[in-house]
T-cell receptor
Framework: NAGVTQTPKFQVLKTGQSMTLQCAQD?????MSWYRQDPGMGLRLIHY???????DQGEVPNGYNVSRSTTEDFPLRLLSAAPSQTSVYFC???????????????FGEGSRLTVL | TQLLEQSPQFLSIQEGENLTVYCNSS?????LQWYRQEPGEGPVLLVT?????EVKKLKRLTFQFGDARKDSSLHITAAQPGDTGLYLC?????????FGKGTHLIIQP
């Protein structure tokens, strides 16, 4: 099983450019999410989705857009990249929203983004 | 926002020693998970604890959930170099998981 697949693994952008980080999972998970990981800040939730057609904001949504047209895919769009968006981005999925009972989050390998 | 504080932030010990890392919050969590992350990879789940006072063992790793479900600890017995990594605790919430900042653990041979 591929699990959660993220592309690209590395990307360098100039300030103001746009790009999309791709995320796909093959486990038929309803819940998908995007986190960013920064030194000293831990993992912070950007956006999440509890099913196709449903998305919601997490802790740090500004500057990012998402959509969920299928169960498998959950792309993250940066409309106008800023240096503050330099980070490692992780896509994660789980069978259920980890509201209670602790649904296991399956993470991709991460996408390292540098904005100059 | 529910906050999870992990301590220590960094820990470097010799192979064979024991260690404990902590995850504390002022909020009550319905569940708490521990993940381990290696460089260049995503976090991987180690354990989930749900019941206050619960203790779970995974080989040399012992996880405990506080009675009030506000804190948790991870104890490693006879640490090995393969235990090196970033250990993250995460609490279940309305939007998903809230993560602590992690404990960077280095086990020196």
């Amino acid at each position: 099983n591929a699990g959660v697949t993220q592309t690209p693994k590395f990307q360098v952008l100039k300030t103001g450019q746009s790009m999309t980080l791709q995320c796909a999972q093959d486990m038929n998970h309803e819940y998908m999410s995007w986190y960013r990981q920064d030194p000293g800040m831990g993992l912070r939730l950007i956006h999440y989705s509890v099913g196709a057609g449903i998305t919601d904001q997490g802790e740090v949504p500004n500057g990012y857009n998402v959509s969920r047209s299928t169960t498998e895919d959950f792309p993250l769009r940066l409309l106008s990249a800023a240096p503050s968006q330099t980070s490692v981005y992780f896509c994660a999925s789980s069978l259920v929203l980890a509201r209670s009972g602790g649904g296991e989050l399956f993470f991709g390998e991460g996408s390292r983004l540098t904005v100059l | 926002t529910q906050l999870l504080e992990q301590s220590p932030q960094f820990l470097s010990i010799q192979e064979g020693e024991n260690l404990t890392v902590y995850c504390n919050s002022s909020s009550v969590f319905s569940s708490l998970q521990w993940y381990r992350q290696e460089p260049g990879e995503g976090p991987v789940l180690l354990v989930t604890v749900v019941t206050g006072g619960e203790v779970k063992k995974l080989k040399r790793l012992t996880f405990q959930f506080g009675d009030a479900r506000k804190d948790s600890s991870l104890h490693i017995t006879a640490a090995q170099p393969g235990d090196t990594g970033l250990y993250l605790c995460a609490g279940g919430g309305a939007d998903g998981l809230t993560f602590g900042k992690g404990t960077h653990l280095i086990i020196q041979p």
